[in-house]
């Protein structure tokens, strides 16, 4: 069979071609030669003669030559460990508390460029290369949700962890002024991605073993989902964490949220009040996975109904008036459009409450505010005192035609999951954004794709008691630990995972718990016996 078949490689740079198809070629003749009864010294020799034809790796400095596809390299040179200071307004601090984040850095390069778009700004990227024990990984870092910056704390922590990585300004340099949904859309961020792995493959003189992203919320789960929905081949595999997908509706959940709170201004709902409210939905249904633990394995079946809290004598700290009851199931509903009735996000199930805080205060949250002064009513002044928001209009220019590029909704995987990739959701049952949401998200990709197609390529693993993101210190969950990028590694090497994990968790004043958590739908269920600290003592089971 022709070579040009055995080793046809994706549709990429010149230069990463030209060395992936060296590399498959002299893996080719190694198997022919062996095959054919060649000496084994014999075989390698042939083979290494063929390695040898792919580009030899360009130095640091010699970067500076380098021209990826439509992008041009601005600035090329090797970072001392431990040398690096940020530009003005670039992260991190020196001197005074802290010091300086980026002194235990080691030594990498620092290449600097741009890259063209039709009709618009060219968009920064900088792209950073250990310059010794590179682990072949590419790991692109979170740009922020709305850009306008390099966010070098991103880089720093991947660069630590031996990969090389990627950040981009989005098209834009600093934060003033309302958002540009175009630099927020997915091409900025292909473009920076794309671009970096070309000067990757240039340097080391061979391309990434392995393009992951893993990230969480706002700040790079979007970044992420982007990513494989648009330009599938930019990434092997990706762990995306308290997702924000669906952005344009992202605000207005958390603007119900404060309206149903406060929509008796007499009597709002007050933070102090949650503590009781989770209580009781614990007793409600904490034992039904088969342990009493302060936990809800399954928020999905528990039928709590906060009418039992209704005050009898007048309000008192133990008890919720009829207003904070309709407040309370307002919040455990999805938002809804009040002309068409469709749900708009997902909502608040019980056992969420002790995140409700920060959503039910004083003051809209602050995503929610610039969301609509950004992108709703595009004036920098709006304040909800003033203009209250509605669920009518108000979402309808939300959704506007040009506002939708910045979404990353899109259930169709397809691409990504016919070249191979992974993806696994993470999400916790505690999270102050709404944790129904990621489960709205993983059943459109099933209804699109089909249960059977994404058995192996796509998972969604609901964490119980967990807050926003994996490793996150909380105020009001367990810090909860798993090492994702190795369970992904994994996964993309072997093309099979477990769809059962072991978490730990850490609540403040309270020894570690190991955790048992299974890929949804299922959950965990007590088997009856042994230690109930004992993850191997329960079982996944899908509730029926």
Same mark, same amino acid.
């Given at each position: 069979?022709?070579?040009?078949?055995?080793?046809?490689?994706?549709?990429?740079?010149?230069?990463?071609?030209?060395?992936?198809?060296?590399?498959?070629?002299? %893996?080719?003749?190694?198997?022919?030669?062996?095959?054919?009864?060649?000496?084994?010294?014999?075989?390698?020799?042939?083979?290494?003669?063929?390695?040898?034809?792919?580009?030899?790796?360009?130095?640091?400095?010699?970067?500076?030559?380098?021209?990826?596809?439509?992008?041009?390299?601005?600035?090329?040179?090797?970072?001392?460990?431990?040398?690096?200071?940020?530009?003005?307004?670039?992260?991190?601090?020196?001197?005074?508390?802290?010091?300086?984040?980026?002194?235990?850095?080691?030594?990498?390069?620092?290449?600097?460029?741009?890259?063209?778009?039709?009709?618009?700004?060219?968009?920064?990227?900088?792209?950073?290369?250990?310059?010794?024990?590179?682990?072949?990984?590419?790991?692109?870092?979170?740009?922020?949700?709305?850009?306008?910056? +390099?966010? $070098?704390?991103?880089? %720093?922590?991947?660069?630590?962890?031996?990969?090389?990585?990627?950040?981009?300004?989005?098209?834009?340099?600093?934060?003033?002024?309302?958002?540009?949904?175009?630099?927020?859309?997915?091409?900025? $961020?292909?473009?920076?991605?794309?671009?970096?792995?070309?000067?990757?493959?240039?340097? $080391?003189?061979?391309?990434?073993?392995?393009?992951?992203?893993?990230?969480?919320?706002?700040?790079?789960?979007?970044?992420?989902?982007?990513?494989?929905?648009?330009?599938?081949? !930019?990434?092997?595999?990706?762990?995306?964490?308290?997702? +924000?997908?669906?952005?344009?509706?992202?605000?207005?959940?958390?603007?119900?949220?404060?309206?149903?709170?406060?929509?008796?201004? %007499?009597?709002?709902?007050?933070?102090?009040?949650?503590?009781?409210?989770?209580?009781? %939905?614990?007793?409600?249904?904490?034992?039904?996975?088969?342990?009493?633990?302060?936990?809800?394995?399954?928020?999905?079946?528990?039928?709590? !109904?906060?009418?039992?809290?209704?005050?009898?004598?007048?309000?008192?700290?133990?008890?919720?008036?009829?207003?904070?009851?309709?407040?309370? @199931?307002?919040?455990?509903?999805?938002?809804?459009?009040?002309?068409?009735?469709?749900?708009?996000?997902?909502?608040?199930?019980?056992?969420?409450?002790?995140?409700?805080?920060?959503? +039910?205060?004083?003051?809209?949250?602050?995503?929610?505010?610039?969301?609509?002064?950004?992108?709703?009513?595009?004036?920098?002044?709006?304040?909800?005192?003033?203009?209250?928001?509605?669920?009518?209009?108000?979402?309808?220019?939300?959704?506007?035609?040009?506002?939708?590029?910045?979404?990353?909704?899109?259930? !169709?995987?397809?691409?990504?999951?016919?070249?191979?990739?992974?993806?696994?959701?993470?999400?916790?049952?505690?999270?102050?954004?709404?944790?129904?949401?990621?489960?709205?998200?993983?059943?459109?990709?099933?209804?699109?794709?089909?249960?059977?197609?994404?058995?192996?390529?796509?998972?969604?693993?609901?964490?119980?008691?967990?807050?926003?993101?994996?490793?996150?210190?909380?105020?009001?969950?367990?810090?909860?630990?798993?090492?994702?990028?190795?369970?992904?590694?994994?996964?993309?090497?072997?093309?099979?995972?477990?769809?059962?994990?072991?978490?730990?968790?850490?609540?403040?004043?309270?020894?570690?718990?190991?955790?048992?958590?299974?890929? $949804?739908?299922?959950?965990?269920?007590? @088997?009856?016996?042994?230690?109930?600290?004992?993850?191997?003592?329960?079982?996944?089971?899908?509730?029926?």
């Amino acid at each position: 069979m022709s070579d040009r078949f055995l080793c046809r490689p994706p549709r990429q740079h010149a230069h990463a071609a030209r060395l992936a198809r060296a590399a498959c070629l002299a %893996a080719a003749l190694l198997a022919l030669l062996l095959a054919s009864g060649q000496p084994p010294a014999t075989a390698v020799a042939a083979a290494a003669a063929v390695a040898a034809a792919a580009p030899a790796p360009t130095s640091c400095e010699k970067l500076a030559a380098f021209a990826p596809p439509n992008a041009a390299i601005t600035s090329a040179a090797t970072v001392a460990a431990g040398a690096f200071a940020p530009p003005q307004g670039g992260g991190g601090r020196r001197g005074g508390q802290g010091g300086n984040p980026f002194a235990d850095l080691p030594a990498f390069c620092r290449v600097e460029g741009t890259v063209k778009r039709p009709a618009d700004t060219d968009v920064k990227f900088e792209v950073w290369m250990p310059a010794q024990n590179w682990n072949g990984d590419f790991q692109p870092a979170s740009s922020g949700f709305a850009g306008g910056n +390099i966010g $070098y704390p991103q880089m %720093a922590r991947i660069l630590r962890t031996g990969a090389a990585t990627v950040n981009t300004n989005r098209g834009h340099d600093g934060n003033a002024g309302l958002w540009k949904p175009a630099d927020m859309s997915a091409l900025p $961020y292909h473009l920076a991605v794309a671009s970096a792995k070309a000067v990757v493959t240039a340097h $080391y003189g061979k391309p990434p073993g392995f393009s992951f992203m893993n990230e969480c919320g706002g700040s790079g789960s979007r970044d992420a989902l982007q990513v494989i929905q648009t330009a599938p081949g !930019d990434l092997d595999a990706e762990v995306a964490q308290g997702i +924000i997908y669906y952005s344009t509706r992202h605000g207005v959940s958390q603007a119900w949220i404060y309206a149903a709170a406060h929509k008796d201004a %007499a009597n709002p709902l007050p933070p102090s009040k949650l503590p009781m409210l989770h209580q009781a %939905a614990l007793d409600a249904c904490d034992a039904k996975d088969g342990v009493k633990d302060g936990v809800l394995e399954d928020p999905l079946h528990c039928a709590f !109904d906060p009418a039992v809290l209704q005050c009898k004598n007048g309000d008192a700290p133990s008890c919720l008036t009829a207003s904070q009851v309709e407040a309370v @199931k307002a919040i455990y509903a999805p938002p809804v459009h009040t002309r068409t009735k469709q749900p708009l996000y997902g909502g608040m199930p019980p056992g969420s409450e002790l995140s409700w805080g920060a959503l +039910i205060g004083p003051n809209l949250y602050p995503y929610a505010q610039t969301f609509y002064r950004n992108l709703v009513f595009k004036d920098p002044a709006w304040e909800y005192a003033k203009r209250p928001m509605n669920f009518d209009a108000d979402v309808d220019l939300g959704d506007a035609p040009e506002n939708l590029q910045i979404n990353a909704n899109s259930p !169709d995987l397809s691409a990504f999951l016919g070249r191979g990739g992974k993806l696994m959701l993470v999400g916790g049952w505690g999270d102050d954004l709404p944790p129904m949401s990621f489960i709205d998200y993983y059943k459109t990709i099933v209804a699109k794709m089909g249960e059977g197609k994404i058995r192996d390529s796509v998972m969604l693993f609901m964490v119980p008691a967990m807050g926003h993101c994996l490793a996150e210190d909380s105020a009001f969950a367990p810090t909860t630990n798993f090492d994702a990028v190795e369970f992904i590694r994994k996964w993309k090497t072997t093309g099979k995972a477990p769809r059962q994990i072991v978490v730990t968790q850490n609540a403040k004043n309270e020894p570690p718990h190991q955790r048992l958590v299974c890929a $949804y739908p299922a959950v965990a269920r007590y @088997k009856g016996t042994g230690n109930v600290e004992d993850p191997a003592n329960f079982a996944c089971q899908t509730p029926k």
